[in-house]
T-cell receptor
Framework: GAVVSQHPSRVICKSGTSVKIECRSLDFQATTMFWYRQFPKQSLMLMATSNEGSKATYEQGVEKDKFLINHASLTLSTLTVTSAHPEDSSFYIC???????????FGSGTRLTVV | KNEVEQSPQNLTAQEGEFITINCSYSVGISALHWLQQHPGGGIVSLFMLSSGKKKHGRLIATINIQEKHSSLHITASHPRDSAVYICAVGSRGGADGLTFGKGTHLIIQP
C-alpha cells in the first residue's frame, strides 16, 4: 500500500533555532500534501496544504513565514519551523492523498519539543 | 466549516465486549474516515466511507449520509485495540484537507 515516510520522529531544539520535517511518498506520487498539528488532548488541525510546484496554502492563523513549506518534487514535502518557540512544541503530521478516491495516507508524525 | 463530534470521548471496556464509537458532522462531505492513533502518535487509516457499510476483520464502519452520522464497531474487543479512534471528514470536491473529531480514547482491559 501507499506509504508516507516522515522524519524525524522526535526532535528537541533550542528556542530560536529552525527545524525541518520531511515527508516522502515512497511508492506513489503525492501532488498534494497536507500538514497537520496536534496539541495535547486536542484534535488534529490542518495547518497548510502544499502542492507540488506551487506555493502552499495556509489556514487562517498559521504564519506562513514561520512555517515554511516546500514541495519541490512529487515525492517530497518539507515543513520548516523557523525561529522555534516553546509554544511551537507540538505533534506535526503530514498526509497525502493517494488518488482520486480520496484515500489518505499519513506519515508517522514528528514530536517537536522546543526548550 | 464542518463540525465533527465524536462520542464517547473516553471508553473503558472489558475484553470481549462489543464497542461502538459514534461520529456526527454538520456539512455534506465527500467521504468519512476512521483512523486509529497509537500512543506514539502514528496514525493508521482504518476505513474510508462515502455510503453504506464496510467490514475489515473485527472492525465494522457504517455511515448514514442523510443523518450525517457514522459509527465504528469493534467486535470481540481485545487489549491491543486500545488506542484513540478518530473520525475525520473530507469536504465535497476533495480539495481540502480533513476535518477531525477530537477522538475517542478506548481502553480494553483484560
Amino acid at each position: 500500500g501507499a506509504v508516507v515516510s516522515q522524519h524525524p520522529s522526535r526532535v528537541i531544539c533550542k528556542s530560536g533555532t529552525s527545524v525541518k520535517i520531511e515527508c516522502r511518498s515512497l511508492d506513489f506520487q503525492a501532488t498534494t500534501m497536507f500538514w497537520y498539528r496536534q496539541f495535547p488532548k486536542q484534535s488534529l488541525m490542518l495547518m497548510a496544504t502544499s502542492n507540488e510546484g506551487s506555493k502552499a496554502t495556509y489556514e487562517q492563523g498559521v504564519e506562513k513565514d514561520k512555517f515554511l513549506i516546500n514541495h519541490a518534487s512529487l515525492t517530497l514535502s518539507t515543513l520548516t519551523v523557523t525561529s522555534a518557540h516553546p509554544e511551537d512544541s507540538s505533534f506535526y503530521i503530514c498526509s497525502a492523498r493517494t488518488g482520486i478516491s480520496y484515500g489518505y495516507t499519513f506519515g508517522s508524525g514528528t514530536r517537536l519539543t522546543v526548550v | 466549516k464542518n463540525e465533527v463530534e465524536q462520542s464517547p470521548q473516553n471508553l473503558t471496556a472489558q475484553e470481549g465486549e462489543f464497542i461502538t464509537i459514534n461520529c456526527s458532522y454538520s456539512v455534506g462531505i465527500s467521504a468519512l474516515h476512521w483512523l486509529q492513533q497509537h500512543p506514539g502518535g502514528g496514525i493508521v487509516s482504518l476505513f474510508m466511507l462515502s455510503s453504506g457499510k464496510k467490514k475489515h476483520g473485527r472492525l465494522i464502519a457504517t455511515i448514514n449520509i442523510q443523518e450525517k452520522h457514522s459509527s465504528l464497531h469493534i467486535t470481540a474487543s481485545h487489549p491491543r485495540d486500545s488506542a484513540v479512534y478518530i473520525c475525520a471528514v473530507g469536504s465535497r470536491g476533495g480539495a481540502d484537507g480533513l476535518t477531525f473529531g477530537k477522538g475517542t480514547h478506548l481502553i480494553i482491559q483484560p
